[in-house]
């Protein structure tokens, strides 16, 4: 895939043969990456020769990252994801970024969830003159057909030094930063923890601890999604902030949309490498030149652990789902350890305060989707013919289906409503059997995690734009009970995107009974939360009405939490009246 853009001036493409999770598939082996800056006039540049705009230079001041430069580096993360910014574009241009104002006039940042941390570290490195290195070219440990989801995971075979071969020749910042466009992709998270074949990745596994992950710490999740540590609160709850291929940016907190894997899928937590740049000469202007750029190894790294995979027992699990996590001598689900392990003292769980963080951040959620949704129909998908057949794989593509679709971003938004309902049933249980790790002092815990949750939802309203260009408003529990009818398909009106029933919403929406039908026959997929990235699909309408194997599920999980306090208070009412009939 090859992206371009005008800046001022100037048009340059990055051409690039790029890795199969960034377009290409049906192979087993990544193509190298290669960047050619290409002027107005479409000749290509040798970038010996060319000499990089002053404002565009990257100079290299320094010759590796200190303590104080990751410490830095987590400051800048952090103020990006405490801002208010919507896109990686104006998280970069915003008062949040203190080098903005020596941006180049005319630049513009794009990120989609595998470039975000790149993009992070490489625009700090740039501004600050240290060292970077990026892998470049990845290959699966076996066959593959689609690198971002290789079974057993990956391995590097090239890496791309950002340095100056000659004194002066100073790389350009700007196409660093687009070529991490082209060439990064979930594929390059994709690995083994420990010594594998090919060079160091740029991320290792890091222990579960607070202080370990931090700031600028790399969530990923094997079903292709990755996200950057922004916060660690005192309570152990981690804050991320994650990209889209529309380049918005959104936040949330970890939790079970991150899902556990095998080992070679290199789920978890990661870390970057140190950098140190060796063998380098410095030039009359005091900057470095030449030389290479060299990664910590393992056994250099003190948080270096892959604990998350196997466990924190001996002897150790062979497999990771037979892992056990003890904190304390006390065995925890994986979850439950990661925030207790990172907490500042014992994790007490007060349940009214965590409920109304969980449906607002939901609400965020919503409008986060209510955001990618206009994009899309302003791009004019929803204008578009209907396809013939879905994509080989709804949840791992490419092009525009990647870029405006949401199954994924909607499978993690359903995961997460129904993590609110267990929760919440899981405190009302905490409550029943007096669990001291529940903070709660007063004499109904379920009528008052009621009372929170109806004061939340009914101050979140999400806003969408209909057909006619109208603005709909959705309340919170109408989202949560329309939630399996939100159609992730970007060729449907706006009105199907967020599952309108009513003949009065739908009046407006121009969809004829083609994508009707299409609408009807994808309930199936859209009742499920697992993305399943190894299910070959490219289903017709007729595979769909047929139900074919891997085409969904017929019931949804359930979400109803008021519903689910009712059934506990009643409950109680019954073992209360059983109570009294068998008393003394």
């Not at 048009?11 to 190298?32: K, N, Q």
């Not at 949704?373 to 929803?382: M, N, Y």
């Not at 929170?452 to 603005?471: F, L, W």
Request: glycine letters at 8%.
């Amino acid at each position: 895939m090859t992206r371009m853009r005008t800046w001022q001036g100037a048009v340059f493409a990055l051409v690039v043969a790029c890795v199969p999770g960034a377009g290409a598939a049906e192979a087993t082996e990544s193509g190298t990456a290669t960047m050619a800056p290409v002027a107005s006039g479409a000749e290509t540049i040798d970038p010996a020769y060319y000499q990089t705009p002053e404002a565009f230079r990257w100079r290299i001041t320094k010759t590796e990252w200190k303590e104080s430069d990751e410490r830095a580096f987590g400051e800048f993360v952090t103020a990006i994801g405490e801002s208010q910014c919507r896109t990686f574009d104006e998280c970069l241009k915003g008062p949040h970024n203190i080098y903005r104002a020596s941006d180049p006039k005319g630049m513009f940042f794009y990120a989609d969830c595998a470039d975000l941390p790149y993009a992070l570290r490489a625009y700090f490195a740039w501004k600050n003159g240290l060292p970077f290195s990026y892998t470049s070219g990845v290959a699966a440990v076996g066959h593959s057909n689609d690198l971002r989801y290789s079974r057993y995971g990956n391995y590097v075979y090239a890496r791309t030094d950002v340095l100056p071969h000659l004194e002066g020749a100073f790389p350009n910042g700007r196409s660093v930063l687009n070529a991490i466009n082209n060439v990064v992709s979930s594929a390059m998270y994709r690995f083994a923890p420990g010594e594998t074949k090919g060079q160091l990745f740029d991320f290792y596994p890091v222990t579960i601890a607070r202080g370990a992950i931090r700031p600028g710490t790399v969530i990923y999740d094997p079903n292709g999604h990755v996200a950057v540590v922004y916060k660690v609160e005192d309570d152990g709850r981690i804050r991320f902030i994650d990209a889209h291929p529309d380049n918005s940016l959104t936040r949330g907190s970890y939790g079970k949309r991150f899902v556990r894997a095998s080992a070679p899928m290199g789920a978890g937590f990661k870390n970057w490498r140190p950098a140190k740049l060796t063998g380098a000469k410095q030039g009359a202007d005091g900057t470095w030149y030449g030389g290479r750029v060299e990664l910590a190894a393992d056994d250099a790294l003190a948080d270096w652990s892959d604990e998350q995979f196997f466990g924190t027992e001996n002897p150790r699990a062979t497999q990771w789902m037979g892992a056990r996590f003890v904190y304390k001598g006390e065995r925890l689900d994986y979850y439950d350890y990661v925030r207790a392990a990172l907490a500042k003292g014992d994790v007490a769980y007060e349940p009214v305060g965590e409920a109304r963080l969980m449906v607002r951040e939901l609400c965020d959620d919503l409008h986060y989707r209510a955001q990618s949704i206009d994009i899309a129909v302003k791009a004019g998908l929803s204008s578009r013919a209907q396809p013939g057949r879905l994509p080989d794989n709804i949840y791992g593509t490419s092009g525009d289906w990647e870029t405006y679709s949401t199954p994924s971003r909607d499978a993690r938004l359903k995961t997460s409503f129904v993590e609110l309902r267990e929760q919440i049933a899981r405190f009302a249980e905490m409550a029943e059997t007096g669990d001291p790790k529940l903070d709660y002092e007063g004499d109904d815990v379920a009528r008052d995690i009621a009372e929170a949750y109806r004061q939340e939802a009914e101050a979140c309203e999400v806003v969408y734009t209909a057909s006619d260009g109208s603005a709909r408003r959705l309340g919170f529990e109408e989202a949560r009970a329309r939630l399996f009818d939100f159609s992730f398909d970007p060729h449907h009106c706006p009105e199907l995107r967020w599952g309108a029933t009513a003949a009065e919403e739908l009046a407006t929406c121009p969809d004829g009974a083609t994508k009707r039908a299409w609408y009807e026959a994808q309930r199936r997929l859209r009742n499920q939360t697992e993305r399943a990235y190894d299910v070959r699909m490219g289903f017709t309408l007729a595979d769909l009405k047929a139900a074919v194997p891997g085409s969904g599920s017929d019931v949804p999980p359930e979400t109803d939490v008021l519903g689910l306090i009712g059934e506990v208070k009643a409950e109680s009412v019954s073992g209360e009246s059983v109570r009294a009939s068998t008393g003394p």
